[in-house]
């Protein structure tokens, strides 16, 4: 991808102040934008995380709003939804949130965009785990054109189809201009623990597997491996996910889809091995029972189609990864636990 590939362009980056959307903007500030509007409602997300630049303009608020939509600018050139409701458990929790959050986001912001004659690409952020099989046997490599089922394990999977769907129909419909961008399990600096709302449970606190081993493993906590830790993913480094995005966005074919994938697959045992080996931790691992509704076992994303069609590869390994954001957790510790204890209160009473 050239290196002037937004110079000068006005982009659109929903869901901009999440760890992945801030990350993205960070690297398209380095190709000289003539401007970046960020949209984000700090659901899950923190205001810490938008960089201080004259190119951004922030509008705090939900996607779905009425006014945030009728007053984005009609020339736009670039847009990533990158909006979600963050995680699996939030949204059996409440489904209805999700479907706020992640349905109908994607809906109305697809209608609005789709009368913008001058939109080069919208790039939206879909999920692997929806279409991957649902196995604890040996996997295989899940590829763009996996079949889809209709049983998922929760309405985070359902939500991130749907939105599929939906750029699917606005492509043949209204001739929108989407890439779909199928995310693997990313992690890296920017995820906050805690950031954002209360959402009901104490993922609002404790999220995904990677920042919540290495909190714990710098606190010479015991590593929780539900399933004892043979369940697998792909795990991706959140700049390698920033420069995937962008790929799509410069080289996607419109109506397409690609996997932002290392091509790697890790077992949660073995992540939280090399945690405990970078930070030190001396505490043995805490072997649990699989989780109830998790039928997703193991996975990992096929490189091939992105690498050669957008010509897209993931630089950074899992080891050099984890010691480049447990470098960031412990620079960052006081802004995380600020996050995390705005839901003392809510943690004690459940």
């Known amino acids: ?31 000289n934008p003539r401007e970046i509007i960020i949209v984000d409602n700090l659901l899950s997300s923190d ?22 939509l009728r007053e984005l600018p009609d020339d736009l050139d670039y847009a990533w ?23 109908l986001t994607s809906l109305k912001l697809f209608n609005r965009l789709k009368d913008m004659s001058g939109l080069k690409k919208v790039v939206y952020a879909a999920a692997g785990c929806a279409v991957a099989e649902k196995t604890f046997d040996e996997a295989k490599a899940t590829q763009e054109d996996a079949p889809v089922s209709l049983y998922h394990d929760s309405p985070y999977s359902i939500s991130k189809l749907i939105g599929e769907l939906y750029g699917n129909y606005f492509w043949t419909r209204h001739q929108l201009p989407i890439v779909k961008a199928r995310f693997q399990n990313v992690y890296g600096p920017r995820e906050m623990l805690g950031a ?14 990677t920042p919540t081993f290495i909190w714990k493993a710098l606190n010479k906590e015991a590593l929780p491996l539900d399933n004892g830790g043979n369940a697998s993913r792909d795990f991706i480094f959140v700049e390698d996910m920033a420069r995937g995005l962008m790929a799509c966005a410069a080289r996607g074919k419109a109506g397409d889809i ?49 690498r050669r069609e957008i010509g897209f590869e993931a630089g950074v390994s899992i080891r050099e990864g984890i010691e480049k954001t447990v470098a960031w957790t412990l620079a960052n510790k006081a802004n995380i636990a600020r996050c995390m204890a705005q839901h003392d209160y809510f943690m004690a009473h459940l």
């Open 258 to 306: 690609y996997n932002l994938a290392s091509g790697v697959e890790t077992t949660i045992l073995e992540l939280a091995r090399i945690i405990n080996e970078v930070t030190g931790n001396p505490t043995p691992v805490d072997l649990r029972p699989a989780r109830d509704w998790d039928r997703s076992g193991k996975r990992f994303g096929s490189t091939e189609k992105s």
């Open 81 to 103: 939804h990158l909006a979600c409701y963050h995680g699996n458990q939030s949204s059996i929790h409440d489904p209805l949130a999700d479907h706020e959050n992640n349905t």
């Open 47 to 68: 205001i810490a995380n938008i960089p201080a630049d004259p190119r951004i303009r922030f509008v705090y608020g939900p996607i779905t709003d009425d006014r945030i």
């Open 1 to 31: 991808m050239g290196e002037t590939t937004f110079a000068g362009a006005r982009l659109l980056v929903v869901g901009g102040a999440g760890f992945v959307g801030s990350n993205l903007v960070l690297k398209l500030l380095e190709q």
């Open 196 to 209: 954002g709302r209360w959402r009901g449970t104490v993922h609002t606190v404790w999220r995904n597997v």
